[in-house]
């Protein structure tokens, strides 16, 4: 009797989804063959700590999620310093760059998103990164070596913002150039922005708003940045963090849906058999906006990645919708938001001279979004009741969390009001 063939899988990426998905697919599939296609020559690690390598916290190794004894024991193949360039769906095979193909029988696209180019005279000069790679994060550090002028940093978001407080701390001068009228606008209002603003500047830094850069000069390295208004920056750095774009050029005219991203189901599979998308690349349902969307969140990415690894390997999960939900801690100010921005309802309270905020929007009888700044510890029950659509009493749950709600309570919904079964405080 003929053995069955072993299923191929093949992986187009090695971080946060990639690496949940191959770990995931192991568990289900003990004879499969696993092979995972990365763009870096490094084994699998946090990009989210890049800051925290630039700022000397953290050692490289430290970085590392899955070293080389995670490839190993599951019998993964790890092809690096490759990206896909093309898809052959009928014919089930990918193209390499370096012109080789791979055939498979489940592909799993986890490609991530690249950096949003800014289009500035002098653009090509050394010393301008986007800190998406290590390669950027080592970059960063020997510029740092050689030079004491400014840094610029070019966009509030959680990059630029985060490359900031590891500036900081190496006690460099920075300045940030924001075109909007906040620090992290996708995530905060103005209000808990402004908390920010002022844990800025009590470190002299430089907030520059309503502004972009428009050229840089030097001649054979940065010498400085030119805002809009003609204001000259002189930096020998600069950090763009304008937003990114999902990797999906090589994918275009294959069939495969495509917005922003790869829309998939909740299964993570895209709309081609055999093929699943998980991580910064793909658009799953929006928990609150009952509609595909970007979720490019680290926990959103390993979910996705698990959900999409045991659909490939014949195992049914489902995933559970993603949340816009970011959490920060920058400069000792700690916030956290969840949801929707605009509701039937908004609360809006501060305490402790103005250091704490709280910010509460209700829609159709729950609450659909919510800010913390200053104090985060019930973060974990709002972020529940914003998921589950809970019916609550906005007075209620304000009035509750003045007197101090459990941080993970259990909540019995009665003629809308909330009553506390368990009081005993605990940080999310």
Avoid at 127 to 151: M, N, V, Y
Wanted: aromatic share 6%; glycine share 10%.
């Amino acid at each position: 009797m003929a053995r069955e063939k072993a299923t191929e899988y093949v992986i187009l990426g090695n971080s946060a989804a990639g690496i949940a998905a191959a770990d995931q697919i192991r568990k289900a599939d003990r004879t499969g063959w696993i092979t995972i296609v990365s763009d870096e020559k490094t084994f699998g690690y946090s990009r989210v700590m890049l800051p925290l390598y630039i700022a000397g916290k953290v050692a490289k190794t430290e970085m590392v999620i899955a070293p080389e004894e995670f490839y190993a024991s599951r019998a993964i193949r790890l092809i690096w310093g490759e990206t896909a360039t093309g898809l052959d769906p009928s014919a089930r095979r990918v193209t390499l760059a370096s012109g080789k193909t791979l055939s498979y029988d489940r592909l799993l696209v986890a490609t991530g998103a690249s950096a949003k180019r800014l289009e500035a005279n002098g653009k090509e000069l050394p010393g301008l990164f986007f800190l998406r790679k290590l390669e950027d994060a080592e970059g960063i550090r020997k510029i740092l070596s050689s030079c004491s002028t400014p840094a610029v940093i070019i966009g509030g978001g959680l990059v630029g913002v985060k490359s900031l407080e590891a500036l900081l701390h190496l006690g460099r001068q920075v300045h940030l150039v924001i075109s909007s009228d906040r620090i992290l606008s996708q995530m905060l209002d103005k209000a808990a922005s402004d908390l920010f603003l002022a844990a800025m500047r009590d470190r002299g830094v430089h907030v520059h708003f309503h502004s972009d850069v428009k050229a840089f000069q030097g001649k054979e390295t940065l010498q400085a940045a030119v805002l809009a208004d003609g204001t000259i920056l002189p930096c020998c750095l600069a950090i763009i963090g304008k937003g990114v774009a999902p990797n999906v050029e090589f994918l275009r005219g294959t069939g495969i849906r495509l917005n922003q991203g790869i829309v998939v189901d909740d299964r993570m599979a895209t709309n081609i058999p055999a093929v699943w998308a998980a991580g910064d690349v793909a658009e799953p349902l929006d928990a609150l906006q009952g509609k595909n969307a970007p979720s490019a969140l680290w926990p959103s990415a390993v979910e996705g990645g698990r959900v999409a690894g045991a659909n490939m390997a014949g195992v049914s999960s489902v995933f559970g919708g993603a949340l816009r939900m970011n959490s920060v801690e920058l400069l000792g100010v700690r916030v956290v938001s969840a949801g929707a921005w605009e509701g039937d309802q908004v609360l809006a309270s501060r305490r402790n001279g103005g250091a704490v905020y709280r910010k509460l929007v209700f829609a159709r009888g729950g609450l659909a979004g919510y800010v913390l700044a200053g104090d985060i510890r019930c973060a974990g029950m709002l972020t529940s009741l914003v998921r589950n659509r809970t019916e609550v009493s906005a007075q209620a749950l304000a009035e509750g969390l003045d007197r101090g709600f459990s941080y993970q309570p259990r909540l019995h919904m009665l003629g809308g009001r909330i009553e506390t079964l368990e009081s005993q405080r605990r940080e999310s």
